[in-house]
């Protein structure tokens, strides 16, 4: 009867170890994948290379240019663009200007051809980290130069600043 005490108490802490692993193996595969997005996307900006939106409008004979920067954070949420619409809705990102809506603008994913996995961009169309939210951007001339960017995820709390953050893919 000891014996199968023994045993059962051996096969209850081997579970539990390996149960253990297995939490740790999860974390490092969503960390590792919302990484290489991270990568992707700071990569196909870059190569990008447009910071700034501009819309005409009026006539050919008297055209209004409005300038909207930065680019793939025209509504400056610090989230990287989804399917712009003034009004947001589920599967519409808000606080877009009417103009940047009409201009044909379809948001950072559809614009950089990005071909991420479908669980990776949400039904707004923006592209999202493991932990299911959007990648964060950021343009701040004195940190990253006058051209340079971040992007980033807010980790697995969705929490900024705190230490679970992925602050990857700066450019300058």
Same mark, same amino acid.
């Given at each position: 009867m000891? !014996?199968?005490l023994?045993?059962i108490?051996?096969?209850?802490?081997?579970?539990?170890?390996?149960?253990?692993a /297995?939490?740790y193996?999860q974390?490092?595969?969503?960390r590792?994948?919302?990484?290489?997005?991270i990568?992707?996307?700071?990569? *196909?900006i870059a190569?990008h290379?447009r910071?700034?939106?501009?819309v005409?409008?009026?006539?050919?004979?008297?055209?209004i240019?409005?300038?909207f920067a930065?680019?793939?954070d $025209?509504?400056?949420?610090?989230?990287? &663009?989804?399917?712009p619409?003034v009004?947001?809705?589920? !599967?519409h990102?808000g606080g877009?200007d009417? /103009?940047?809506v009409g201009?044909?603008y379809?948001?950072?994913v &559809?614009m $950089?051809?990005?071909?991420l996995?479908? !669980?990776r961009?949400? *039904? *707004?169309?923006?592209p999202?980290?493991?932990w299911?939210h959007? $990648?964060q951007?950021?343009?701040?001339?004195t940190?990253?130069?006058? *051209?340079?960017f971040q992007?980033?995820?807010l980790g697995?709390?969705g929490i900024a600043g705190?230490? %679970? %953050?992925?602050p990857?893919?700066?450019r300058?």
């Amino acid at each position: 009867m000891i !014996e199968i005490l023994v045993v059962i108490a051996i096969i209850a802490v081997l579970a539990s170890a390996g149960i253990a692993a /297995a939490g740790y193996v999860q974390a490092t595969s969503r960390r590792q994948g919302t990484e290489a997005v991270i990568e992707a996307i700071t990569a *196909r900006i870059a190569a990008h290379g447009r910071r700034d939106l501009v819309v005409t409008s009026g006539s050919a004979a008297q055209p209004i240019f409005r300038t909207f920067a930065p680019l793939f954070d $025209l509504n400056t949420n610090g989230e990287i &663009d989804g399917a712009p619409a003034v009004t947001g809705d589920a !599967e519409h990102e808000g606080g877009f200007d009417a /103009a940047i809506v009409g201009s044909g603008y379809e948001g950072a994913v &559809d614009m $950089l051809a990005l071909t991420l996995p479908s !669980e990776r961009i949400n *039904r *707004r169309r923006q592209p999202i980290d493991a932990w299911r939210h959007p $990648l964060q951007i950021s343009f701040h001339p004195t940190n990253f130069g006058p *051209r340079g960017f971040q992007v980033w995820s807010l980790g697995k709390d969705g929490i900024a600043g705190t230490v %679970d %953050d992925l602050p990857r893919g700066v450019r300058p």
